[in-house]
């Protein structure tokens, strides 16, 4: 069964930096897109970014300018790095990954990692 593994999370002054790694906990035969969503306390989970397998980007409107998402393909990892956090950044964050786990899976799935808290303190 594969999952996805993430990791980098933590607690970090408002202004700082984290980075988040996610990757799938065995080899994978394809990857469509990859992202982060977060759930904060009480709230629904939201998007945070995502990206394609050719490196197209997209962003929620409140991480624009300071959160960037990339891939390495070869590893097939995904990464978040967050700049300038600020409080309202809490949450859990969750890996996404659209993947066909092996050569006999007829479809790409929906995989989700098990959370990494993202902790900011004002």
């Known amino acids: 069964q594969v999952q996805l593994v993430e990791s980098g999370g933590g607690l970090v002054q408002a202004g700082g930096s984290l980075r988040l790694s996610c990757a799938p906990s065995?080899?994978?035969?394809?990857?469509?897109?990859m992202g982060w969503y977060r759930q904060a306390p009480g709230k629904q989970r939201d998007l945070v970014a995502t990206?394609?397998?050719?490196?197209?980007?997209n962003y929620a409107d409140s991480v624009k300018g300071r959160f960037t998402i990339t891939r390495d393909n070869a590893k097939n990892t995904v990464y978040l790095q967050m700049n300038s956090l600020k409080p309202e950044d809490t949450a859990v964050y969750y890996c996404?990954?659209?993947?066909?786990?092996?050569?006999?899976?007829?479809?790409?799935?929906?995989?989700w990692g098990q959370g990494t808290q993202v902790t900011v303190s004002s």
């Open positions: 990206i394609t397998s050719g490196g197209s980007t």
């Open positions: 996404n990954a659209n993947l066909r786990p092996s050569w006999v899976t007829k479809s790409h799935t929906d995989y």
């Open positions: 065995k080899n994978i035969y394809s990857i469509n897109a």
